[in-house]
C-alpha cells in the first residue's frame, strides 16, 4: 500500500542551525508531496508542498524538493528559531486515493534558544 | 488560504453521553470533508470520508455505529461520538478542500480535544 516514511524525533537543535528532516515515499501513482506543522495544541497547517517530480516547495525558510529517483521529499532549513519548535509531517496524495492523504509519523523538532 | 474552523476546541463528557463535533469550511464549498483521530505525540489516523449529501465512507475497523457523521451541507460536516468511553479520549481533527485533485491542498481545522471522563 501507500505509505510514507519519515525519521523519528525529537530532533533538538539550537537557534540559528540547519534543519533537515528525512521523508520518502512509495512512489505508485505519481503522488502529490506536503509537508504540514502542527504547533503544540493546534491542528495541522500546510508548509508547503510539491506536486510533480523535481518541484520545490518552500515557505518560511523551509524547502523540500520532490526527488523521484530516490522517492524522497525532504524538509531543510538553514537557520531555525525557537518559533519553529513544532511537530512536523509529511504526507502524499496519489491519484489512485482519490483525495485521501497519507501521513508519515511525525518528527518533533524542539529549537533552544 | 481557506479556513476550517471546528467546534468545540475541547469538550469534556461522562461515559455514556455523546458529543457531537462542527467542522465548517468558512470561505469554500467542500463535497468532500474528512475525520482524523490523533492519539498523544502519533501521526493522524484517518477514520472516514465524509460525502455531501451521502454516507461517509469509513475506513477499516472504524465502527460507523459508533462515529456518527453526517455532511448536510457544502460547508458543515459533524461528526458525533456515541456512548462515549475513556478509550473514546483523544484529538480530532477535520479536514476539507482538495476536492480538484490529488494536487489540490487539504486544510485542516484545529482540533477537537475530547476527554471521556
Known amino acids: 500500500g501507500n505509505s510514507v516514511t519519515q525519521m523519528e524525533g525529537p530532533v533538538t537543535l539550537s537557534e540559528e542551525a540547519f534543519l533537515t528532516i528525512n521523508c520518502t515515499y512509495t512512489?505508485?501513482?505519481?503522488?502529490?508531496l506536503f509537508w504540514y506543522v502542527q504547533y503544540p495544541g493546534e491542528g495541522l497547517q500546510l508548509l508547503l508542498k510539491a506536486t510533480k517530480a523535481d518541484d520545490k516547495g518552500s515557505n518560511k525558510g523551509f524547502e523540500a524538493t520532490y526527488r523521484k529517483e530516490t522517492t524522497s521529499f525532504h524538509l531543510e532549513k538553514g537557520s531555525v528559531q525557537v518559533s519553529d519548535s513544532a511537530v512536523y509531517f509529511c504526507?502524499?496524495?496519489?491519484?489512485?486515493?482519490?483525495?485521501?492523504?497519507?501521513f508519515g509519523g511525525g518528527t518533533r523538532v524542539l529549537v533552544k534558544p | 488560504g481557506a479556513v476550517v474552523s471546528q467546534h468545540p476546541s475541547w469538550v469534556i463528557c461522562k461515559s455514556g453521553t455523546s458529543v457531537k463535533i462542527e467542522c465548517r469550511s468558512l470561505?469554500?464549498?467542500?463535497?468532500?470533508m474528512f475525520w482524523y483521530r490523533q492519539f498523544p505525540k502519533q501521526s493522524l489516523m484517518l477514520m472516514a470520508t465524509?460525502?455531501?449529501?451521502?454516507?461517509?465512507?469509513?475506513e477499516q475497523g472504524v465502527e460507523k455505529d459508533k462515529f456518527l457523521i453526517n455532511h448536510a451541507s457544502l460547508t458543515l460536516s459533524t461528526l458525533t461520538v456515541t456512548s462515549a468511553h475513556p478509550e473514546d479520549s483523544s484529538f480530532y481533527i477535520c479536514?476539507?478542500?482538495?476536492?480538484?485533485?490529488?494536487?489540490?491542498?487539504?486544510?485542516f481545522g484545529p482540533g477537537t480535544r475530547l476527554t471521556v471522563l
Open positions: 504526507a502524499r496524495r496519489g491519484k489512485a486515493a482519490g483525495n485521501k492523504l497519507t
Open positions: 512512489a505508485t501513482g505519481y503522488p502529490s
Open positions: 465524509s460525502n455531501e449529501g451521502s454516507k461517509a465512507t469509513y
Open positions: 470561505d469554500f464549498q467542500a463535497t468532500t
Open positions: 479536514s476539507a478542500g482538495g476536492n480538484r485533485g490529488p494536487t489540490d491542498t487539504q486544510y
